[in-house]
């Protein structure tokens, strides 16, 4: 992410971030728990909860770079 988005996010208050991130773990973990109890009703389906999961856990990981790099500065 560029120093320069990260300076834009310096005013977002940290609760702010802990909520999104908290969002994201929660759709993460309901859609976990959907495919994991084989509640697809078919291959497209499972592909979508797939690429659900692993786009919430790159946001995620955004967010805790942002958060870690806003911490230092």
Known sequence: MSDAIVEKL????????????QQIRQIMNETSDHLSTG????HSEY???????????????ELLDVQERLERS
């Not at 310096?10 to 991130?21: E, F, I, K, M, Q």
């Not at 509640?39 to 078919?42: G, N, S, V």
């Open 10 to 21: 310096g005013a977002v208050p940290d609760n702010t971030l802990s909520y999104l991130r």
């Open 39 to 42: 509640a697809c009703k078919d």
């Open 47 to 61: 592909s979508r909860c797939c690429g659900m999961i692993e786009g919430l856990a790159l946001a995620e990981r």
